[in-house]
């Protein structure tokens, strides 16, 4: 037996038919998930039987049509405004066929689909969030100084969280930040710089949140509010 394989099945999904794209291997359990391009992906043992497959993503079906009509809500988002830090500027296509970002707008190829405009984004945060985010830590370094060693900036594509600090010495960022407000990006850098002296978030870890940013529990309310729909 292989370790590995990869396959493409026509499953139904409701009145519909979807391609889910398989990839099996020694893993214990299926994973069913939905790509940054709409694409159905799902991880399964190397013995799962098609009986199995098909009982699986039939359980799921419920979740993947709900996933699959808000990835198209997103398409068509895409496809009108998109949110940088904080605002929304619209889109407009580019007469010489270029992607860019200004202050007013962004200018798109009129061929791009929803997915090819989502994606340059993507690029285009990840570039835009390393030097934002890396600006704001030196910005607060002075004042965290003191509990240890500066922490080395990693941008990652988060789907559930904001940023992480790890006790490897990482601060983990969510490059969908760059959709938010600035003063909500500077809550978030802060609030992991002050794992540095409280890795809970027990009284003395809001002591010192609410020391170094009097307002965070009102920034934290907006970064919720706006987080149901970013991330």
């Keep these: 037996m292989p370790r590995s394989y990869q396959q493409t099945l026509q499953l139904p999904l409701g009145s519909d038919e979807v391609t889910v794209h398989i990839r099996a291997s020694s893993r214990k359990s299926m994973r069913l998930t939905l790509t940054s391009t709409g694409e159905v992906d799902l991880r399964i043992p190397l013995r799962a039987s098609r009986q199995q497959v098909l009982a699986f993503v039939q359980q799921h079906q419920g979740w993947l049509l709900q996933q699959r009509q808000q990835f198209q809500q997103q398409q068509t988002r895409w496809q009108q405004a998109i949110p940088v830090l904080g605002r929304l500027l619209p889109v407009v296509c580019s007469a010489d066929g270029e992607f860019l970002v200004s202050q007013q707008r962004v200018?798109?190829?009129?061929?791009?689909?929803?997915?090819?405009?989502a994606?340059?984004?993507?690029?285009?945060?990840?570039?835009?969030?390393?030097?934002?985010?890396?600006?704001?830590?030196?910005?607060?370094?002075?004042?965290?100084?003191?509990?240890?060693?500066?922490?080395?900036?990693?941008?990652?594509?988060?789907?559930?969280?904001?940023?992480?600090?790890?006790?490897?010495?990482?601060?983990?960022?969510?490059?969908?930040?760059?959709?938010?407000?600035?003063?909500?990006?500077?809550?978030?850098?802060?609030?992991?710089?002050c794992h540095l002296r409280h890795f809970d978030h027990g009284a003395g870890f809001q002591s010192l949140m609410s020391q170094m940013l009097p307002d965070w529990r009102?920034?934290?309310?907006?970064?919720?509010?706006?987080?149901?729909?970013?991330l």
């Design 107 to 117: 200018w798109v190829p009129a061929k791009w689909s929803g997915a090819e405009i």
């Design 119 to 193: 994606a340059a984004m993507d690029d285009w945060y990840r570039q835009q969030a390393k030097s934002h985010f890396q600006a704001l830590i030196e910005r607060w370094w002075p004042q965290f100084q003191a509990f240890g060693t500066k922490p080395v900036l990693r941008v990652k594509k988060m789907r559930t969280r904001w940023g992480s600090l790890s006790q490897r010495g990482y601060i983990n960022l969510n490059m969908a930040l760059m959709q938010c407000e600035p003063e909500l990006i500077e809550l978030v850098v802060v609030h992991e710089l």
């Design 218 to 230: 009102e920034r934290e309310r907006r970064l919720q509010q706006q987080g149901s729909l970013l």
